[in-house]
């Protein structure tokens, strides 16, 4: 069982930037690849981006290529999204999940925070 925590959700000016973070807790954080989503009002969740269990590998949505980052650290059971050049668009509910497959879907991840909210002005 792994627990997953958020944090650093906030109101940030378009253009800003901001740091969520995501704390596991149990033993097998290593193990897992850990994905981020987003869920603004009134649209079904979304893929964000995600880390492999070693990160050595990410992958992100074409919406934040360039602008987002994912790092981890398995010593600090961590992982983080670096999110920059914020846009109104990006405001929703961020969530990290962990799963054992790398993989963009919501499906495929069997753990999940209960979400921080982003609210980017503009």
């Known amino acids: 069982q792994v627990q997953l925590v958020e944090s650093g959700g906030r109101l940030v000016q378009a253009g800003g930037s901001l740091r969520l973070s995501c704390v596991a807790s149990?033993?097998?954080?290593?193990?897992?690849?850990m994905g981020w989503f987003r869920q603004s009002a009134g649209k079904e969740r979304e893929f964000v981006g995600l880390?492999?269990?070693?990160?050595?590998?990410?992958h992100f949505a074409e919406a934040v290529t360039g602008r987002f980052t994912i790092d981890r650290d398995n010593a600090k059971s961590t992982v983080t999204l670096e999110m920059n050049r914020l846009k109104p668009e990006d405001t929703a509910v961020y969530y990290c999940a962990a799963g054992r497959r790398f993989s963009t879907s919501t499906s495929q991840y069997s753990y999940w925070g209960q979400g921080t909210q982003v609210t980017v002005s503009s």
């Open positions: 149990g033993s097998s954080f290593s193990s897992l690849n």
């Open positions: 880390i492999s269990e070693s990160g050595g590998s990410t």
